[in-house]
């Protein structure tokens, strides 16, 4: 999928120059269409990949976080619905 290898090739090097010019380090990645996190035939989707590049930021000692946006029910289910999983996109949620 396009997106995903997007995600691959742009988020690590991205996230790491961009942590590098914030003040605090902090680099904070928000994907509005995040779906299950990962795909019935075993693939990772949006949100796991994602979460593996803020993983090996924050072994280096970047401050990294990860905001998954999902508007249906059953794949915010699926992703676990937890923390840094917000339902979407209608109503107002606080981050």
Known sequence: ???HE???RYLPPF???TGTQAQD??????DGYAG????ENGEPGSAE?????AAHHRSRG????CFFVE?????FAQAGGGRGWLPGPRGSCPL
Request: proline share 0%.
């Open 1 to 3: 999928m396009l997106k």
């Open 6 to 8: 997007l995600l691959r």
């Open 15 to 17: 996230g790491g120059m």
């Open 25 to 30: 380090g902090r680099v904070v990645y928000l």
């Open 36 to 39: 299950e996190g990962r795909y």
């Open 49 to 53: 990949i994602a979460l593996r590049v």
């Open 62 to 65: 970047l401050n990294r976080s």
């Open 71 to 75: 508007q249906d029910a059953k794949s």
